[in-house]
C-alpha cells in the first residue's frame, strides 16, 4: 500500500539559504500535517491542511510558509534558514472525513526530511 | 492551550516486566487518542489508538487505557521484550470538523533490560 513519500530524506542547506521540503500524503486522504521534531524533542505541530485549505496553524515562524497543491501534494519552504531551524521535519496524512462518519483512521507519518543548516 | 503531558521521560524495566507510561490533556474535546512507537531518526509509528466512547482497548501485549472524567490515558506493555526499546508518544486529536491537529505528549524513553 502506498505511504507518504517526503523529499528529500536529507538536506544541507547554509545559514540564510532557502530549502523546500514536499510531501505526496497517501492518495485520498484530505488532511495534511507538518511537523518539526529536534534531537530528543517531541514532534511539534507546524501547520495542517484540509483538502487544501490550510486548517491550523502551530509555532511555525513566519520564515516558514506551506501549501497543498491541486494533486494533494504539499511543500513546506523555509526561508533564511538558521542553525535552529536542524531537525527532522516530518508530514503525515490522514483521513478525517472518515473520523467525522465513525470510521476507524489513523494519521501516517512520512519517513522524514532530516535538515541540517550548517 | 492545547497541552499534553506525559510521565515518566524515562523508564527501565527488566525483560518481561510491565511497563506504563501516563499522559494527561487539556481540552475535554479530544475524542481521539494515538500511541507511537519512534526509533532513533525514524518516523513515528502507531501501535494503539483509542477513541473517546471507549475505556480501554487491548491488542495482545498493548493495552491503553482512558479516563475521561480525568483526563488521562495510559499505555500498558506487558511482559516486555527488548524489542520494545524507543521513545513513546502519547497524543491527541484537537479540532473540529476540518481543523484538526494532533498534539504529542513529550515522549518516554523505554529500555528493556534483557
Known amino acids: 500500500a502506498a505511504g507518504v513519500i517526503q523529499s528529500p530524506r536529507h538536506l544541507i542547506k547554509e545559514k540564510r539559504e532557502t530549502a523546500t521540503l514536499k510531501c505526496y500524503p497517501i492518495?485520498?486522504?484530505?488532511?495534511v500535517y507538518w511537523y518539526q521534531q529536534g534531537p530528543g524533542q517531541d514532534p511539534q505541530f507546524l501547520i495542517s491542511?484540509?483538502?487544501?485549505?490550510?486548517?491550523d496553524k502551530g509555532s511555525i515562524p513566519d520564515r516558514f510558509s506551506a501549501q497543498q497543491f491541486s494533486d494533494y501534494h504539499s511543500e513546506l519552504n523555509m526561508s533564511s534558514l538558521e542553525l535552529g531551524d536542524s531537525a527532522l521535519y516530518f508530514c503525515?496524512?490522514?483521513?478525517?472525513?472518515?473520523?467525522?462518519?465513525?470510521?476507524?483512521?489513523?494519521?501516517?507519518f512520512g519517513q522524514g526530511t532530516r535538515l541540517t543548516v550548517v | 492551550g492545547e497541552n499534553v503531558e506525559q510521565h515518566p521521560s524515562t523508564l527501565s524495566v527488566q525483560e518481561g516486566d510491565s511497563a506504563v507510561i501516563k499522559c494527561t490533556y487539556s481540552?475535554?474535546?479530544?475524542?481521539?487518542f494515538p500511541w507511537y512507537k519512534q526509533e532513533l531518526g525514524k518516523r513515528p509509528q502507531l501501535i494503539i489508538d483509542?477513541?473517546?466512547?471507549?475505556g480501554e482497548k487491548k491488542d495482545q501485549r498493548i493495552a491503553v487505557t482512558l479516563n475521561k472524567t480525568a483526563k488521562h490515558f495510559s499505555l500498558h506493555i506487558t511482559e516486555t521484550q527488548p524489542e520494545d526499546s524507543a521513545v513513546y508518544f502519547c497524543?491527541?486529536?484537537?479540532?473540529?470538523?476540518?481543523?484538526?491537529?494532533?498534539?504529542f505528549g513529550t515522549g518516554t524513553r523505554l529500555k528493556v533490560l534483557a
Open positions: 492518495p485520498r486522504h484530505d488532511t
Open positions: 483509542i477513541r473517546s466512547n471507549v
Open positions: 481540552d475535554s474535546a479530544s475524542n481521539y
Open positions: 491542511f484540509y483538502e487544501k485549505m490550510q486548517s
Open positions: 503525515a496524512s490522514s483521513l478525517e472525513r472518515d473520523r467525522e462518519n465513525e470510521k476507524n483512521t489513523e494519521a501516517f
Open positions: 497524543a491527541a486529536l484537537w479540532g473540529t470538523s476540518g481543523t484538526y491537529k494532533y498534539i
